[in-house]
């Protein structure tokens, strides 16, 4: 069965520093991975998603996520971290259907 | 919010009343889905639907049924409210269901509600 993961509730990262958020997978075929993000009392926004091709996929407000299938993971990563980026991070992977995981916290001290 | 209304947006009742959430979307798109979100959970699909009057249960799907008459509207009740379905629902579409690429899903603003 096909699952997905978020090890952290929380991330707390300083303005200008590099930030990651993890992600792991389990799927019994290709994966199609994605990420979204939701700031306070609005729906979900869509970040970037993982089809097939390159490893590193580029989204949305200088955000990027590198696939790597032998660890089975999607982090999410952004080289310098803005305080307008804190927000609530889900993960999701699809095989049969979608699945998201439990999120991930995000908060930028300034 | 890609087009996606969701009424009301909040709404408290009480325990064993029926609830109906509404989804209107003016994207034209053919997939349509029911999230919860709770502290600890995430999201979880409770239906979805993937035509006119196409509709299937997702993972939490025990104590709400769905219709879809129109392209443009998804609704979801709640037959007979518990404490339990205090939650935050949100609708999503999207354009494909299958492998094709198409499958993002946007996301409306979302609904609160409230069992007493």
């Known amino acids: 069965a096909q699952s997905v993961a978020q090890p952290e509730d929380q991330v707390n990262v300083a303005e200008g520093n590099p930030l990651t958020v993890k992600c792991t997978y389990s799927?019994?075929?290709?994966?199609?991975l994605f990420w979204y993000v939701q700031y306070p009392n609005r729906g979900l926004q869509f970040l970037l998603k993982y089809i097939t091709g390159d490893n590193l996929v580029k989204g949305s407000y200088g955000f990027e996520a590198e696939f790597n299938k032998s660890q089975t993971s999607f982090h999410l990563k952004k080289p310098s971290a803005l305080v307008s980026d804190s927000a609530l991070y889900f993960c999701?992977?699809?095989?049969?259907?979608?699945?998201f995981g439990k999120g991930t916290r995000l908060h930028i001290l300034p | 919010d890609a087009g996606i209304t969701q009424s009301p947006r909040h709404k408290v009742t009480e325990t064993g009343t029926p609830v109906t959430l509404r989804c209107h979307q003016t994207?034209?798109?053919?997939?349509m889905y029911w999230y919860r979100q709770d502290p600890g959970h995430g999201l979880r699909l409770i239906h979805y639907s993937y035509g006119v009057k196409d509709t299937d249960k997702g993972e939490v799907s025990d104590g709400y049924s769905v219709s879809r008459s129109k392209t443009e509207d998804f609704l979801l009740t709640l037959e007979s409210a518990t404490s339990s379905q205090t939650s935050v629902y949100f609708c999503?579409?999207?354009?494909?269901?299958?492998?094709?690429?198409?499958?993002?899903?946007?996301f409306g603003p979302g609904t609160r509600l409230l069992v007493l």
């Open positions: 799927v019994s075929g290709n994966p199609y």
């Open positions: 999701a992977v699809r095989d049969d259907k979608i699945i």
């Open positions: 994207e034209n798109h053919r997939y």
């Open positions: 999503a579409i999207s354009a494909s269901g299958g492998t094709s690429g198409k499958e993002t899903q946007y």
